[in-house]
């Protein structure tokens, strides 16, 4: 989680607040907690960075049925979005 906040010691003007779950976005602040302690912020912007993981049921379903689908992008591995652009164009020209 980063957020900026006028005044506070950061990095280029942007603290990074890692380990921390964000729990409310209130007018006046940011309510998050961060190595089991609950804390609040006044911050006037906030910037969540989180990881995911793919859903690949609908892929394995259509695999079982003899499918042979294409999968592109981030379901693959996590890249940049050009990677997954250049993926949908190449399984596009395949069809």
């Known amino acids: 989680m980063c957020a900026y906040q006028e005044g506070k010691r950061n990095w280029k003007r942007v603290p990074l607040e890692t380990g921390s779950q964000a729990e409310a976005i209130e007018p006046d602040g940011i309510v ?16 969540v960075a989180v990881g995911s993981k793919p859903v690949r049921k609908l892929t394995e379903a259509l695999i079982a049925a003899g499918m042979h689908p294409k999968t592109v992008g981030d379901c693959n591995a996590p890249r940049k979005i050009i990677d997954a652009v250049h993926e949908g164009y190449l399984a596009a020209a395949e069809l």
């Not at 998050?32 to 910037?47: A, H, N, R, S, W």
């Open 32 to 47: 998050y907690e961060q190595l089991g302690e609950k804390k609040k912020e006044p911050f006037d912007t906030v910037i």
